[in-house]
């Protein structure tokens, strides 16, 4: 199997924890190194392209705001070739304090993927939320798993269990 890409960006520290424990518990079930957490500080294209699966993981600042080291890094991510790859994304939002936002960088992202002919797995339910709008839908779906560590944190392990069990059926890797 090949090596699963997990890259994120963190201002806090919340989306570097959730990160962590994403790759402890993918680890747990395929295997010790079985995938590569990175940072996306600095990041290149050509870190990307090393994989055939890729995690993404981002949190949305204030009104609708992109972290800022993703919000350097869409000039890279728009000269990647997705056509091969399957990407998964998962998100911080805050539901209540920017409801109209939730989780908008999802669907940032999400949109580049789409664009260059990438395959997005891990859409989630939008039911147990309480938000206004976001870019992250499609449908009734988000386009990955958001999470919402200041008003739901109890809740984040439940829903990154199932949502880890989904991808991994989605990836043909369970």
């Known amino acids: 199997m090949k090596k699963i890409g997990l890259f994120y960006g963190t201002d806090t520290g919340n989306t570097e924890v959730v990160s962590k424990d994403l790759k402890k518990k993918l680890e747990a079930i395929l295997g010790a190194d079985t995938v590569d957490l990175k940072e996306i500080y600095k990041k290149k294209k050509e870190d990307f392209e090393a994989y055939d699966i890729l995690i993404l993981g981002m949190p949305t600042w204030y009104d609708g705001e992109l972290q800022g080291d993703w919000e350097e890094f869409i000039p890279e991510m728009e000269q990647v070739d997705f056509s091969t790859k399957k990407v ?9 304090g920017y409801a109209s936002y939730f989780c908008d960088a999802l669907g940032v992202f999400a949109d580049i993927v789409e664009k260059k002919n990438g395959t997005l797995v891990g859409f989630w339910p939008t039911k147990g939320y309480e938000y206004d709008h976001s870019k992250a839908l499609r449908g009734d779906m988000f386009v990955g798993l958001c999470i919402d560590v200041d008003n739901q944190d109890e809740l ?8 880890i069990a989904q991808i991994l059926g989605e990836l043909g890797l369970k």
């Open 156 to 163: 984040t392990n439940e829903r990154l269990d199932k949502w």
């Open 88 to 96: 998964a994304f998962f998100g911080l939002g805050d539901q209540y």
